[in-house]
């Protein structure tokens, strides 16, 4: 394998199998090794012992690659709470624990096709939580914002694809289990239409509303996955034949119409940027082709308060209520409160809910007759641990405004990162539609995804990248002339020196990008060994070699030359800020680039 590995995308992997640049074998090694470099994270409740791992991918090297092998060498994760033959299925409840006597038939699916499973992840006790910290092993840790939710209950998930130590991630999505911890974790988050995906071998939070989820890097490994794993399961009731054009692409040439919330409605939830950031989401569909129409939010919000405020939360206690009760140490008080909560509604109370439920379902139905899906924030708002913490039902009932009426309704959703908040805080959008409008979405979804070209998770790595589309490479400089690495410089300044601009390229994961709000100017950093780091775009400069020194009287204080890492592993002089300079300053690593952030303020 190359000094630079290849991107953790099931396409980018694919590429390099395919030209010999890895193995199998190489990739286990490097997931091994990047896994152990954090072992504070909480993502993995259970991992494949190593030498069960590396027997996997020396068995496929030996089958060879083949066109029934789609997913060939490609490293998976799967939630806690989905069987796997002979593995335990514990939900996050260590009482609960057992061992499965057969695996669930999409996990059978993906190990089929080639799949390398790497272990089983962390989640929201029994799948019951949008916070992701809700578990007795522990709160994943959200590598973008370790102070802050990773977002749940398929934390744990997230959390291994946001890092890349897999290409994809199973998960459920119940009320927004599977898209409010890609939001947080700068991924995407697919959820089918309800029935279309299998859900026989997952451990019911509310069997009627369970969904399957995928996680991945990129909307395309996403609807690859996706489309392996759907099919109608004779053997789960709950499961429902899909329509031939579920996942028909759609031709945008003939443009589109999208729905948004009215101003009125739209609820930012304590985040002063969320509005603008939506607002940029918004101008990216326009680009494609869609028009936007405002719509009467209110169907689909009341439907997500009907989730968790309305007898159809008893459905809670019909499906952990006799463990719960016969086990109660063994679960989380706060897990306790919520099934004794939804035990108190009568059969009575349900049937009017479910009334009122087909009332809002009507209602919303007003929206589709005049668009074609509905683009909303995910969860607005990333809170920190802190917060969760003071108020530990509120804030996840929060988190489900704009999602747990997805699976109430039968839609389809796909949950796409969009952008960075001032904080440096991850936002996802979600693109909605009715059941079976599966292609729709996914198609609009992965052109947004591209014109956005976002880091993938907090791998460092954009989207254009792992597709093989960025050539930017390093000038070789002359003997007389040097390569300065920098983040933002004074052209005028520069060429007064006798510099010149060469090209850009981008450094290996190993940086953070700060902004110095009082000199409204950037700052590269090196992260320390074991941190999370990102690729940042920068300008490339010759300079004679005998400007050097005057070009370094120019410094401000705390700043330094060093050697810099380029993505292709070579190194070059460049300038950074010592680690006092960014005490306090904010965290803009997510846009890759000083230009990028400049763009979104409106100032380029």
Known sequence: MSHQPPAMTISALSRAYESGEATPTQIVKS??????????????????????????????????????????????????????????????????????????PIVETLLAAGAILIGKTNLDQFATGLSGTRSPFGTPRNPLAPDHIPGGSSSGSAGAVARGWVSFALGSDTAGSGRVPAAFHNIIGLKATPGLVSTRGIVPASRSLDCA????????????VRDLIAGFDSADPWSRHAPAHHATKPDLSKGFRFGVPSSAQFKDFGNPDAAALFAEAVARLETLGGKRIEIDFQPFAAASDMFINSALYSERAACIGDFVASHPDAVLPILRQSVARSQDYSAVELC???????????????????????????????????????????????????????????????QVPSGFDRQGLPFGVSLVAPSYRDGLVSTL????????????????????????????????????LITLALVAIDAKTMRGLGGELQGRAMTGPHYRLYLLPQAMEPALVAVNRGETGFAIELELWSLPRSRLGDYCQTLPAGAAIAQVQLEEGEATLGQVAQSFVVEGAVDISGYGSWQAYRQYLGKA
Not at 46 to 56: H, K, V
Not at 213 to 224: G, Q
Not at 449 to 477: F, Y
């Open 31 to 104: 997931i091994l090794s990047a896994i152990a470099a954090e072992p504070d994270s909480h993502v993995w409740i259970l991992q494949i012992p190593e030498a069960e791992l590396l027997a996997r991918a020396a068995a496929l090297e030996k089958i060879g690659r083949n066109a029934t092998h789609r997913l060939w060498g490609i490293p998976f994760a799967v939630k806690d709470n989905i069987d796997i033959q002979g593995l335990p299925t514990s939900a996050a409840c260590h009482a609960f624990a057992a061992t499965s006597d057969s695996s669930a």
């Open 213 to 224: 989820a995928i996680m991945a890097l990129t909307v395309a490994d996403a609807v690859l």
């Open 352 to 414: 009017r809910a479910h009334y009122r439920l087909m009332s809002l379902r009507r209602q919303s139905e007003a929206a589709w007759q005049k668009t074609d899906l509905i683009l909303i924030p995910t969860a607005p708002r990333c809170y920190s641990l802190a917060e969760e913490a003071s108020d530990p039902f509120a804030i996840p009932a929060s988190l489900g405004h704009y999602c747990a009426f997805a699976n109430l309704l039968g839609s389809t959703v796909v």
């Open 445 to 480: 979804a992965e052109e947004f995804s591209l014109m956005a070209d976002l880091v993938l998770g907090s791998t460092g790595r954009r989207l254009s990248q792992a597709l093989g589309k960025d050539s930017a490479t390093a000038a070789n400089p002359t003997d007389d």
